[in-house]
């Protein structure tokens, strides 16, 4: 499998992750919708051509503006993580932080349990460590990217 070919998949794992969870009915309902703002991958372990995968989806943190979530691209055979990806979902015209709300509210269940990785608790998870240096990387880009630099550029060495 390609690269191109791993984000095309996620983007199917969202669609059913939308709709296993009503994340995108809650989302359109109080604004205009989502758009992807931000992805990155990380590839462990090839998979190869026609080989069985399944992506393990969940939400990680959420902020005002967006909801991001994990993806996990796992062999069944082995169980071993071949690749993982944290996306960054911005949502337009509406708060995350309402929308996540109603849906905890509403108790989005299956089997007792809180269905395909919508977490149990009210309280907003604390940003995990990658998702923080991931954002530092993305506002040093823009910074660069508009010419607002202002710090030395660290090189490694």
């Not at 809650?26 to 919708?33: A, P, T, V």
């Not at 905890?104 to 995990?128: A, F, I, W």
Request: aromatic share 8%.
């Amino acid at each position: 499998m390609n690269n191109s070919r791993y984000l095309r998949e996620l983007d199917f794992a969202r669609a059913d992750f939308y709709e296993r969870t009503s994340l995108y009915r809650e989302i359109c309902s109080q604004g205009k919708g989502v758009v992807q703002g931000a992805a990155t991958i990380r590839y462990r372990r090839f998979l190869k051509p026609l080989s069985l995968f399944k992506i393990k989806s969940k939400i990680i943190y959420w902020d005002d503006k967006s909801i991001f979530m994990e993806h996990k691209f796992i062999t069944p055979h082995d169980d071993f993580v071949r690749a993982i990806a944290v996306c960054r979902q911005r949502l337009l015209d509406c708060s995350a932080e309402a929308v996540m709300s109603t849906l905890l509210d509403r108790g989005v269940k299956q089997n007792g349990s809180v269905e395909g990785g919508v977490p149990q608790t009210h309280v907003r998870p604390e940003m995990p460590l990658e998702v923080a240096k991931w954002l530092e990387s993305n506002d040093i880009s823009s910074a660069i990217l508009r010419g607002t630099e202002t710090s030395s550029v660290v090189t490694a060495t």
